[in-house]
Nanobody, 115 residues
């Protein structure tokens, strides 16, 4: 059974940085697409960034130029380097991993940016 686990969240001051990690385990297959989303209090889940197995990346407008997504295919791991953090980046960050066998989500990791 595929399991997706995020880590690296925490409390940081505005202007600071955090690096999130997400590991997908329980399968021998390499993920096709790996993505990050976040959900702020009282808001809908928002797509942030995607990386394909070939390394192509795409970003949402709210994080473009500040966040960087990358992956390690051998480890089925995806990272989100977050720089120049703002209070509005506060929320629960979720990892979404898509294999040909299915689509999987982690439980999320909390990121809080103080002003």
């Amino acid at each position: 059974q595929v399991k997706v686990v995020e880590s690296g969240g925490g409390l940081v001051q505005a202007g600071g940085s955090l690096r999130l990690s997400c590991v997908a385990s329980g399968t021998v297959f390499s993920a096709n697409v790996m993505a990050w989303y976040r959900q702020a209090p009282g808001k809908q889940r928002e797509w942030l960034a995607t990386v394909t197995s070939g390394g192509m990346t795409n970003y949402g407008d709210s994080v473009k130029g500040r966040f960087t997504i990358s992956r390690d295919n051998a480890k089925n791991t995806v990272y989100l380097q977050m720089d120049s953090l703002k209070p509005e980046d506060t929320g629960v960050y979720y990892c979404n991993v898509i294999f040909f066998i299915g689509d999987y989500w982690g439980q999320g990791t909390q990121v809080t940016v103080s002003s």
